[in-house]
T-cell receptor, first 110, second 115 residues
Framework: GNSVTQMEGPVTLSEEAFLTINCTYT??????LFWYVQYPGEGLQLLLK?????DKGSNKGFEATYRKETTSFHLEKGSVQVSDSAVYFC?????????FGAGTTVTVRA | GAGVSQSPSNKVTEKGKDVELRCDPI?????LYWYRQRLGQGLEFLIY????????KSGLPSDRFSAERTGESVSTLTIQRTQQEDSAVYLC?????????????FGSGTRLTVV
């Protein structure tokens, strides 16, 4: 079945540091891929998405590229801020059902 | 409405009691989903409704769990004879179409604590 494996946290880094959160997937067919973010005390929000191979999703300075050859969708941001502290979830679609990774907690220190 | 609304936001219940959780999807969204998020874990799919089609109940963990939705409106998730392992945040989401391509919009969740 479909599954998502993402980098375990927690991740702690300083402001303006580079952030990478690895995500790999197993799927039949050609799923859409997503990153969701959950800020403290808030609900899950869609951060970015890619619907086909080689697509790059981007939002709020975050980027992720759909790599079919490595079955990956790593999330990156070049210069993080304290406000980026959150839990990040990688997910893939299975027609209508999203399968989520376990989440990576990111803490950015001033 | 503007977003997916869930109520209550928090619920503490005694073991063995029944609870009912409510979800108001975004107006016009035909698809509605329930997920469960246990502390420190990812999201578990529970159930999916799409219009008037038969729901996909494959994620419901036991027959104590049930959900209903009338047409494309409000959904309720009912947990009977609650157990401590039911403690979790229950998330509702809605989408246009199937959501598989474009993703869902989530509500803020109901935090259920069974004592």
């Amino acid at each position: 079945g479909n599954s998502v494996t993402q980098m375990e946290g927690p991740v702690t880094l300083s402001e303006e540091a580079f952030l990478t959160i690895n995500c790999t997937y197993t799927a039949t067919g050609y799923p859409s891929l997503f990153w969701y973010v959950q800020y403290p005390g808030e609900g899950l929000q869609l951060l970015l998405k890619a619907t086909k191979a080689d697509d790059k999703g981007s939002n709020k300075g975050f980027e992720a590229t759909y790599r079919k050859e490595t079955t990956s969708f790593h999330l990156e941001k070049g210069s993080v801020q304290v406000s980026d502290s959150a839990v990040y979830f990688c997910a893939l679609s299975d027609d209508y059902k999203l399968s989520f990774g376990a989440g990576t907690t990111v803490t950015v220190r001033a | 409405g503007a977003g997916v609304s869930q109520s209550p936001s928090n619920k503490v219940t005694e073991k063995g009691k029944d609870v009912e959780l409510r979800c108001d999807p975004i107006s016009g969204h035909t698809a509605l989903y329930w997920y469960r998020q246990r502390l420190g874990q990812g999201l578990e799919f529970l159930i999916y409704f799409q219009g008037n089609s038969a729901p996909d109940k494959s994620g419901l963990p036991s027959d104590r769990f049930s959900a209903e939705r009338t047409g494309e409106s409000v959904s309720t998730l009912t947990i009977q004879r609650t157990q401590q392992e039911d403690s979790a945040v229950y998330l509702c989401a809605s989408s246009t179409g199937t959501g598989g391509t474009y993703g869902y919009t989530f509500g803020s969740g109901t935090r259920l604590t069974v004592v």
